[in-house]
């Protein structure tokens, strides 16, 4: 197997009610279980908010372009639920608790939380939506991380995300960044998301450059 210098971070910007963030969240498992020696950063945008949703045909168009891209087909219970507001609040919430306090356990939860919004149409709009999954996994969030705010935690790595984003020039999500050393570098997923696996290669050529 594969191993990366300990001093590689890679950072992932996204919301786990995206799409796009969707079908790049294999790339994530790929990496990580190439290079287990990489600091992870699953950094939430919070972006649905339950007023940013664009009509249903705008939804259908995203989603048939994903599809097309990253040669999937999105669920039927998924698409159930497009005509309702998408809000990522709470998800927010417990992926900066986990990513915090947790942080083996984060990209679990995500797997977990992605599979159950997009393969099984669970909106994950209020605290029993995520019982099975917390259960499963056998963690426990407080309680104030349900409640239908953003808690102070996601408010200051908002202001991280903000910032790096003002580095890579672009508000775009998802985003996928490996940083080595001092050089933070972005790499381009659409490239991978027919073949999550191939990434490896793009990875390790990164760090061939830098021994």
Known sequence: ????RPSAQLFFLYD???????????????????FPDIELHLWHTAYFDGRNDSNINSKNAILDEV????????????????????????????MTWAQHKTPKLALALLNALQQAHFEQGNKLAKQS???DIIATLKISPPAKI?????????LVQLEEIFS??????????????????????LLNHNFYLTEPKAIIDAV????????
């Open 67 to 94: 599809e097309d891209l990253a040669n999937i087909n999105f669920s039927s219970n998924y698409q159930d639920i497009l005509d309702h507001s998408t809000n990522s609040t709470l998800s927010a919430n417990l």
């Open 129 to 131: 939506d995520f019982d």
């Open 146 to 154: 349900f409640k239908d705010k953003l808690v102070n935690d996601v």
């Open 204 to 211: 390790q050529l990164e760090f061939n450059k830098h021994t």
């Open 16 to 34: 786990n009610h995206c799409p796009w963030s969707y079908v790049v969240t294999p790339l994530i498992n790929e990496i990580t279980e190439a």
């Open 1 to 4: 197997m594969t191993t990366s």
């Open 164 to 185: 790096l984003q003002e580095i890579i020039n672009t508000e775009a999500i998802p985003a996928l960044l490996l940083a080595i050393d001092d050089e933070l570098i």
